[in-house]
T-cell receptor, first 114, second 112 residues
């Protein structure tokens, strides 16, 4: 499976600011996704990052709050905008593998908003 | 968002015991994935299931795709302390979308 890295691994931010999270894959992948995992909770899909076009957002998530870029087949960013304490979560990127039905996750970015 | 019901929510077991957990839904799924997440890390894919009734093993882990396509099961045999973690199931509702709904998780603690 692909090796996935995320930056930063963790951050503490003040409310009202924005943070951009990077996801880098060591090989070209077709599908990339961004998930949120709130403290002690399961994973919720935020959006599908589409290469060269606007991301596809899930219900409850909007582009103004979570703008996503995917300039090529190995890289994507997720920005958490105008943060509030409720945005404190782990943000994870995932990619499809050789068998497209399988998904592999990065190590996550642990965000705390104060 | 939508979630799958996973049970048990948590369990303490003795080292060497077998563990069973399941994931159920009222919806039909095309693919099931099982993950393990340890503290401070992202989920790691353990097993993928693609058709109803399929039984797949990965070492001491065995998972099954329920014949109704609404559930899946994971068994861990002869548990060891490093099995500690949170186990998530994930179901793909619609083939080709590659979008998954995740279960609520089973937190496993192994007593040596």
């Amino acid at each position: 499976s692909a090796v996935i890295s995320q930056k930063p691994s963790r951050d503490i931010c003040q409310r009202g600011t924005s943070l951009t999270i990077q996801c880098q894959v060591d090989s070209q992948v077709t599908m990339m996704f961004w998930y949120r995992q709130q403290p002690g909770q399961s994973l919720t899909l935020i959006a599908t990052a589409n290469q060269g076009s606007e991301a596809t957002y899930e219900s409850g998530f909007v582009i103004d709050k979570f703008p996503i870029s995917r300039p090529n087949l190995t890289f994507s960013t997720l920005t958490v905008s105008n943060m509030s304490p409720e945005d404190s979560s782990i943000y994870l990127c995932s990619v499809t593998g050789e068998y497209w039905a399988e998904q592999y996750f990065g190590p996550g970015t642990r965000l705390t908003v104060t | 968002g939508q979630q799958l019901n996973q049970s048990p929510q948590s369990m303490f077991i003795q080292e060497g015991e077998d563990v069973s957990m399941n994931c159920t839904s009222s919806s039909i799924f095309n693919t099931w994935l099982w993950y393990k997440q340890e503290p401070g890390e992202g989920p790691v894919l353990l097993i993928a299931l693609y058709k109803a009734g399929e039984l797949t093993s990965n070492g001491r882990l065995t998972a099954q795709f329920g014949i109704t396509r609404k559930d899946s099961f994971l068994n861990i045999s002869a548990s060891i302390p490093s099995d500690v973690g949170i186990y998530f199931c994930a179901g793909q509702l619609t083939s080709g979308t590659y979008k998954y709904i995740f279960g609520t998780g089973t937190r496993l603690k192994v007593l040596a």
